[in-house]
């Protein structure tokens, strides 16, 4: 439960405990230490007490009328004094508290805290071998009580100036140790994320200060570390589109020209012979389909669109490929103009990434409807697939065509997303227009 509190509550709660713990040990030891004095302080009183006793005894044993005396030593004596003549008939004399006359403010429950000692110095007054009553000793403790009070307010007033003192101090102290954390911690989380150009404030004691910097240089590390991860992907892009181009140059330049030389042989073969028939039907028909899956291929590998009509004509070419090759399946599109005035690589991976995205729809996911988006706001190009098809397990990752589609994004420090709302599927891209422009072309 301790791990569960905040620095500051952690940091309060020992200092309040050890505040209170000192104002009690204060009570115990004015309780413990106030008795004695008052018995000390008042012990001149009660010798006095025993003095003047024994001196009214000895004057009534010498006088003729001891009562006389006696009364006139009673009136003699001021209501005020400590000194009194209590006689038999008055009963015993009353306790210390009950002789309290005036408390100046001090309240009823530290009198009842600090034990009052009893007195007890009551000398006997002997009139003729009988005792008539008793010389006591009756002291106004109010004082005294009243200096124990202000000196307990002293006490505790002191106590809570310096709790005041203290709280004020630790307060500011953990907001200097916990703003520098929190900026810490908000900058690793930062880091976390993939984002590293904001630095993390250097502040606080030094030791936060060095983790500061330390995070500041792991921050930096990474950075240059992501760069070079992103060229080195962009170069192995490069790369692949050039063996790419070359295997589609190969096909077409070599390819080609055998396919088409078998096409016209069999042609004049079958003009020559005039009875082949069938069979030359056939190989006719197997060339065909051996030049449209070359064509197919090529276009694979190296889409000429985008070259010759520009990255918008090219997609909406693609579209209409997909429309003959998939009619149950209701495609609709929103091509941004300005999709044109994109350069390789950019272009090429928009391309197969709309590409890659329908060639799944189509043989996966079993919809009846799809909608391709291709937008550019500001320096953002958004493209986004998405179909109304049964969608993917939940533990889905992405296949070998998104997969190396991923590798293309990253390597233009893009994100590509594969999510699942509103019982539809989507393929989401953003990509970086002027970091893609800019970009490094293959060498």
């Not at 060339?287 to 064509?295: D, F, P, Y």
Request: proline share 5%; with cysteine.
């Amino acid at each position: 439960m301790w791990q569960r509190l905040s620095f500051r509550t952690q940091l309060f709660l020992p200092l309040g405990l050890s505040f209170l713990a000192a104002l009690v040990m204060g009570g115990v030891l004015l309780q413990s230490f106030a008795t004695g004095q008052l018995a000390d302080e008042n012990e001149p009183g009660r010798r006095s007490t025993r003095t003047v006793a024994e001196a009214l005894n000895n004057s009534l044993k010498a006088s003729d009328d001891p009562r006389k005396i006696l009364d006139a030593f009673v009136h003699s004596l001021d209501n005020s004094s400590d000194i009194q003549f209590r006689s038999v008939e008055a009963g015993p004399a009353p306790s210390p508290k009950d002789s309290l006359r005036d408390l100046h403010g001090v309240p009823h429950w530290f009198v009842d805290l600090i034990a009052i000692p009893e007195m007890d110095a009551a000398s006997p007054v002997i009139i003729d071998g009988r005792r008539v009553g008793d010389i006591v000793f009756m002291p106004d403790l109010s004082a005294d009580l009243f200096e124990k009070w202000i000196g307990f307010l002293a006490l505790t007033s002191l106590i809570a100036v310096l709790m005041m003192l203290t709280g004020t101090i630790a307060y500011l102290f953990a907001g200097s140790v916990l703003r520098p954390l929190r900026d810490l911690g908000a900058g690793l989380t930062r880091i976390r994320r993939g984002d590293y150009a904001t630095p993390i404030p250097v502040a606080g004691p030094q030791e936060i200060r060095q983790s500061c910097e330390e995070a500041n240089a792991l921050a930096m590390t990474l950075a240059q570390l992501s760069q070079d991860n992103r060229d080195l992907l962009h170069r192995l892009v490069s790369l692949q589109d050039d063996e790419r181009r070359d295997l589609a140059r190969e096909l077409h330049d070599e390819l080609g020209p055998l396919l088409f030389g078998i096409r016209a042989s069999t042609i004049a073969l079958s003009e020559a012979s005039g009875n082949l028939g069938n069979p030359a039907q056939e190989v006719m028909r197997s060339v065909e389909a051996l030049q449209q899956t070359n064509r197919r291929i090529l276009d694979r590998l190296r889409p000429l669109y985008i070259e010759e009509l520009g990255l918008k004509t090219s997609v909406q070419t693609l579209l209409q490929n997909f429309r003959r090759q998939a009619p149950h399946i209701s495609l609709t599109a929103t091509i941004d103009p300005g999709l044109n005035e994109i350069d390789r690589p950019l272009a090429q991976t928009v391309y197969r990434l709309i590409q890659e995205a329908l060639t799944n729809v189509l043989r996966h996911a079993g919809a009846n409807n799809a909608h391709v988006l291709a937008t550019i706001a500001g320096e953002v190009l958004t493209i986004e697939i998405s179909d109304d098809g049964g969608g993917f397990p939940a533990d889905n990752v992405f296949g070998r065509g998104l997969t190396g589609m991923h590798e293309r994004v990253r390597a233009l420090s893009g994100s590509l997303s594969l999510l699942r709302a509103d019982e539809r599927t989507y393929v989401r891209c953003r990509l970086p227009v002027e970091t893609a422009r800019d970009a490094p072309s293959a060498g």
